[in-house]
């Protein structure tokens, strides 16, 4: 009989060559949209992995949808019909963060907080204005400037998780969060995207309270 150890290792083993088949399915997709929006792919490949580890059907608790975690008036605004398709969400979303590295002067990390906290919040924690929400709430009420990364720990963990993985050897490093990073065309093999048996872990115990936590599979 398999030990209990046993049995987790097994279902370890079959996560990772599932995450690893899913990469595989949607790595063209990434690639594709990194050239045509001039971007780097292993923006695109942290970013998917983190908000969905792959996954085409899922739902965050706040309506975030597809792998790339859309949510409904970003869909909107970027004409993305459908966010469980991941051709059309994967090309929306490298639009997305190359509008918002334009935006930011080409800093990855505040893109990335941007990409999980909203662009409004970077830019009021960046000039110290509170900014007024439709429905009435205040972000930045006391008028902070803490450089543009939001004091939320959700969105601090979100932009160390996406730098981390672009750091990594396991997918290329990149030398600062400050420069634009360009399309990495010659690493289209889902075989660097991560080591599955090692670098998913790392990033495998997302927090209760995070924006981005996959709550449902729409069948």
Request: net charge positive; aromatic share 8%.
């Amino acid at each position: 009989m398999m030990s209990v150890v046993g049995v987790v290792r097994a279902q370890d083993r079959h996560d990772d060559r599932a995450l690893h088949e899913r990469a595989i399915r949607l790595e063209p997709f990434i690639v594709a949209a990194a050239m045509r929006y001039d971007i780097d792919a292993r923006i695109l490949r942290a970013i998917c992995f983190i908000e969905s580890r792959y996954q085409i059907n899922v739902v965050s608790p706040k309506g975030a949808r597809g792998p790339m975690q859309f949510m409904p008036e970003t869909a909107a605004r970027y004409g993305l019909r459908d966010p469980h398709n991941p051709e059309q969400a994967i090309n929306a979303a490298a639009r997305y963060f190359r509008d918002l590295l334009r935006k930011f002067g080409g800093r990855v990390d505040l893109a990335a907080a941007a990409y999980n906290a909203g662009e409004g919040a970077v830019t009021s924690f960046m000039t110290g204005k509170p900014l007024i929400l439709r429905h009435g709430r205040i972000v930045n009420a006391r008028g902070l400037v803490t450089g543009g990364i939001p004091p939320y720990a959700e969105t601090r963990r979100y932009v160390r998780s996406v730098l981390s993985l672009l750091n990594s050897s396991v997918i290329g490093p990149v030398k600062s969060p400050h420069l634009r990073l360009r399309s990495d065309t010659q690493r289209s093999s889902t075989l660097d995207v991560f080591d599955l048996s090692e670098r998913a872990q790392n990033f495998s115990n997302k927090p209760a309270s995070s924006f981005i936590e996959v709550m449902w599979i729409v069948p």
